[in-house]
């Protein structure tokens, strides 16, 4: 308010000035221009020059507006129009993220040749593999590559992933197969050789690819987990080889797979007895015993040759405080009687029936002590095994 009152002050000084100067002397000034003449004061003149001043600038600026509005007007429509590119690519990818195949497809496939970016033909081929149209994909993958709308790699990923979704094993190395080599390092090219090495049971591939698959990150752990477990029982199982021997094959078996919950130390010592190979056998028991004491190891103590048999006795021994079947002192008792200790025979195969009072640890027993001439003792245990075995059967019957 202190600044409007200033100013209003200062103007009415300069108009009264003004108006002082202009009644004491106006001046004048003649222009001539053949018969015309115009004679005015010089204050009108400088009045009538500002006027005219003002009027041309402003026409100036509605001539200059008047001519850059199409410009504009072509920026206003094309940034709409970019606009709506936009949207409707956001509703095909937003479409492709929830799963609504069908409408992803729709939307990025219809979009006009200005629209498409390298997405574009990509996950609207891809969309149309989720949706199950196989050949549909091609096709759309064969126009993109025809109109170059996408690059030549990532066309032949797509392809790729196209044909192992189908099945096509051999389709899809032909397409993984026209990439360069910096283009096979891509972690999406390393995921689809692993489902392919999966596809084919290429167990020992599958297994070397596992340690990238999982830095990258490109199939989810509970997969990658589950294939691990898998192509580790082909390999110990003797389908499969990545190692000279069962020793050396087992050995690179990761610990998770290792422990009394998995199958694979099953099924490696089913093979190794299946194909009798003993050396093999006795080797990998008494680091097995280190850590776990399982029916499966016990049993195939029993089955080595007395030789290697007698050289589980020192690792089988910390169990025996453990056992709560008598599996680990009826397998002792076996050791012992192999090593002729009469004593310590006797004295596991009793403990071993206190644990396990079963008509086959009786029966073992029982033949034992009529090798040592305890006839009566022995048929007290057979006949107690035989009406177990009988009372199992009417069991069964009813």
Known sequence: MARFSLYLVVGLIGGALLVSAIARDPGYILLTWGDWQVETSVWFALAGLVAASIAVVTLWRILRSTLRLPGELRRWLGLRSARGAQRRADKGFTAFFEGRWETAEKTLRKASAAEHTLLHPLYAALAALHRGQYERALALLDEAEASASAPSSMIAMVRAECHVTHGAIEQAEQALDTLSGAERAAPRVGALRAKLAYLQGDWPRLIECLPELRRDQMIPEGQLTGWEREAWLHVVSGQ??????????????????????????????????????WESLAKLLPERFERYCEPVSLSAVGALPERQRLKMKKPLQKWRDEDSDGQCHATLARIAESEGDTQATAILWERAYELNPSSHTALSWSTWLRGQGEEHRAAELEAGALAQIRQGSDSSAS
Not at 242 to 259: D, N, Y
């Open 240 to 277: 499969c080889d990545v190692a000279k021997t069962r020793v050396a094959a087992w050995k690179q078996v990761p610990e998770a797979l290792k422990s009394d919950q998995q199958p694979h130390w099953q099924t490696l010592v089913q093979r190794l007895m299946a194909e009798a190979d």
